[in-house]
């Protein structure tokens, strides 16, 4: 075995099969669980391709950054922006679809990420993390400035786009029962105003699905079937407040009564750091039978974009790049004097992870169908610098953990709180309290994080 | 003309704010070379323990000492509890630390008072000034704001140069191991630095409250005013933390007067990414901000 790793290509082969291994166990997976289950794995991918990022900034080139999130938005708003206004694609005169979008926003990605980096690669620690705080903070802002082209505040709604087929088949037979038991509800459908503000879109009125379960099961019977799943931004980690909005989807088969649905969610707060904008998805769940489900099409995607991000991580990290990349962390000087250009090095750390983290920043804008300055806030970057770190700071593995534990744990305090009987304002804010407090206690005690320890104590276990 | 002077005077009372900030995250670094993100954190959550007081007891200056205690002890608990224990050599280990006290504080906060805006009263007035027959952007608050920055400057200017607490201060700040030698208690000077920290953004937190709002994020865009100001001051001078604090303060509100508000936090990353590029060690600084 130890032989065959050694053949020219092995290790890419291994990587691929690994990738292509977790890619088809998702698939299926991804088939059989319900629309619910369908958006956590959305979300857990799409943490997780930007958390790639994070290892290779942040674990191998030790360089703490705030701007991923911001890159997020990059990433997000252009992919927005493209498939808004663009019905080709320039140039080449093809029509445009998600793909497409996506490669517009990892250039744009590359883009910044080469001029965040050739301006932050040659900051010390702190100087480079307030760098990119002010990024975290200043980039989502331009958003409000130019409300015309940008949303502003509010952000821009998207449609999703589809893949041929299943989707205009759906859309007309969706819209036809829609019709039937809410007919006021026209104006929730994605295609009929891409620029419905999400205040609107969630009041009670205008809400069909109110009063219907989210649970699967009810979900084919004709009376319930209308109901539009919405779906909430957990991006934004400092707003604990708005976040619960999230448990109206999270807990199947409550009742979402008017009250307590739109709730936390509609709340635009005009302050910077800490708006949250919940992104509506108004397109709705629908029946297996017909084929197709949108949280199983945002989560397929997400999952593949993860996958094939993992891939290209899994060869950097285990190849050359990332003993580079380690050793200008551990020692510029030696790495330098080994024939290492440290700042190149340390751009092209910014260049990948920018690139990651735009990708995650396209995805997150379908699965949210949103795109808004909220949703990409300072809370975005500081959520992906808990994840890393909890996971482990070097470890690609780890960022999978940390993305799992960045969308389990809010929902394990709700369902404690739920048999608890705590406070809203508790409840909302809880999972930010574990947050902070464990990067402390893993910052102090196990600064490898979860696969850290893991490694060590598998070691020390080998050893003996 | 006369627009620019009001605008430049308009960012005076700002300016004086973010110059505290600036002062306190100056303090940190120069205690313990670590710049405490947590800051804001932690200004606001003494602000709201003022609020509270405040609410109790309906004076403003009771509020204020409250404030002031809440300051001083967080910043020693917080020292002594996550930044003393972690290794002198895990920079990214500390700067990660206090981004994992914000959150924490920030959730703190809002498990406490809640995550909406709350108004904080305002004491003095907030009409401007008329004098000379121009009404003038300054209100009483205004140079409320700016006699106490300037009390709590020249009181720290005089515990730095005058007392034998600010040798030492100023001697484990330049070299711990040899203060150490020197018969410096080094941990403690360390959290008193830490407790002066406390205390010096305490009082901006109770100062900029009033001009706004109070909710736990609303402090997040005064970090990165403060971070610009006190980089571009040199990180480890006090000078330069103050004097560079009123000149963003001014400079950001000439910039929201003559085109948006919203503006103010693109211009503060501009002046940030044009200080790092030209003068990385600051204007009153001799740190070495680059590496490479």
């Known amino acids: ?38 958006y956590y794995i959305a979300l857990v991918a799409m943490y997780a391709t930007a958390m790639f990022g994070m290892v290779i900034l942040v674990g191998l080139s030790g360089q703490v950054s705030l701007g991923n999130g911001a890159l997020m938005a990059i990433g997000g708003y252009l992919f927005a922006l493209t498939t808004l206004n663009w019905q080709t694609v320039p140039i080449l005169g093809v029509p445009m679809n998600g793909i497409w979008a996506m490669v517009f926003a990892a250039v744009g990605g590359v883009v910044f990420g080469l001029l965040i980096g050739v301006l932050g690669a040659r900051l010390r620690g702190p100087y480079l993390a307030g760098l990119t ?17 940008l949303g502003g505040e509010t952000g821009l709604q998207l449609t999703v786009p589809y893949p041929e087929g299943g989707y205009a088949a759906l859309d007309a037979g969706f819209e036809d029962q829609f019709a039937e038991v809410a007919p006021s509800g026209e104006a929730l459908l994605p295609s009929a105003d891409a620029s419905l503000a999400p205040e609107e879109l969630l009041t009670a009125d205008n809400f069909p699905s109110a009063d219907a379960t989210v649970a699967p099961e009810d979900l084919l019977t004709a009376d319930t079937f209308p109901s539009a799943d919405a779906t909430v931004a957990p991006g934004d980690l400092l707003t604990a407040d708005n976040f619960p909005s999230a448990d109206a989807s999270a807990s199947a088969g409550d009742l979402l009564t008017p009250d307590s649905f739109p709730s936390g969610a509609a709340s635009l707060s005009p302050d910077l750091g800490g708006t949250d904008i919940s ?20 989560a397929s995607l997400a999952v593949a974009v993860a996958c094939i991000v993992a891939f290209v991580a899994l060869n950097l990290v285990r190849g050359r790049q990332g003993r580079v990349w380690k050793a200008v962390r551990d020692d510029p000087v030696a790495a330098a004097v080994s024939g290492i250009s440290p700042a190149g090095s340390k751009v092209s750390a910014f260049v990948v992870s920018s690139l990651f983290a735009s990708l995650a920043g396209a995805v997150f804008a379908q699965i949210l169908s949103y795109v808004g300055p909220g949703a990409f806030g300072l809370g975005l970057s500081l959520s992906l610098l808990v994840g890393v770190v909890l996971g482990g700071r070097s470890s690609l593995v780890g960022a999978v953990i940390g993305a799992v534990l960045l969308v389990w744990l809010p929902q394990f305090v709700l369902s404690l709180s739920e048999d608890r009987g705590w406070d809203e304002q508790v409840t909302n804010n809880a999972p930010n309290l574990i947050y902070g407090l464990l990067v402390v206690l893993v910052v102090l005690i196990a600064p490898g994080g979860l696969m850290g320890s893991m490694q060590t104590l598998v070691a020390k276990v080998t050893k003996r | 003309m006369m627009q620019f002077v009001d605008y430049l005077l ?5 300016g004086a704010i973010i110059a505290l900030m600036a002062l306190a995250l100056v303090l940190t670094w120069r205690a313990t070379r670590v710049v405490n993100f947590a800051q804001v954190g932690q200004a606001m959550f003494t602000t709201f323990i003022a609020l509270s007081i405040q609410t109790a007891t309906g004076s403003w200056y009771v509020a204020l000492i409250g404030a002031i205690i809440a300051g001083a002890i967080l910043g020693v608990i917080i020292q002594y509890l996550v930044l003393g224990p972690v290794k002198r050599m895990d920079t990214s280990g500390a700067i990660i630390a206090t981004f994992g006290v914000l959150i924490a504080l920030q959730a703190a906060a809002g498990m406490i008072w809640g995550g909406d805006s709350q108004a904080y009263p305002q004491p003095f007035g907030n009409s401007a000034i008329t004098l000379f027959g121009h009404e003038w952007p300054l209100s009483v608050y205004d140079l409320v704001v700016i006699g106490f920055a300037a009390v709590l400057v020249v009181g720290l200017t005089l515990i730095f140069t005058r007392t034998s607490l600010g040798l030492a201060m100023r001697a484990t700040a330049f070299n711990p191991e040899v203060a150490r030698l020197s018969g410096v208690r080094v941990s403690r000077t360390l959290t008193i630095g830490w407790g002066l920290a406390g205390i010096v953004g305490a009082v901006a937190g109770v100062l900029v409250a009033p001009t706004s709002t109070i909710s736990p994020n609303s402090f997040d865009i005064l970090l990165v005013f403060a971070f610009t100001a006190a980089v571009i001051g040199g990180l480890d001078s006090l000078v330069g933390a103050v004097s560079m604090g009123i000149f963003t303060g001014l400079l950001l509100s000439v910039v929201s007067g003559y085109s948006d508000s919203s503006n103010a936090p693109v211009a503060a990353l501009v002046l940030l990414a044009l200080n790092l590029l030209l003068k990385p060690e600051g204007i ?7 590496s490479v």
């Not at chain 1, 290509?9 to 319900?34: E, K, T, Y």
């Not at chain 1, 002010?134 to 331009?142: D, F, L, T």
């Not at chain 2, 009153?284 to 680059?290: C, D, E, I, L, Q």
């Open chain 2, 284 to 290: 009153f600084g001799h740190n070495s901000a680059r």
């Open chain 1, 133 to 149: 705080l002010g990024i975290a903070v200043g980039i989502p802002a331009i958003a409000n400035r130019f409300p015309d082209l």
């Open chain 1, 279 to 298: 992104g509506v998805d108004p397109t709705g769940t629908s029946d297996i039978d017909l084929g197709f489900i949108l949280e199983r099409w945002q």
């Open chain 2, 10 to 14: 308009g960012g005076i009372g700002s």
């Open chain 1, 1 to 38: 075995m130890r032989n065959l790793m050694r053949l020219p290509g092995a290790r890419l082969v291994l990587h691929a099969v690994v990738v292509i291994v977790i890619w088809l166990v998702m698939v299926q997976v991804n088939d059989r669980v319900d629309p619910l289950m369908n």
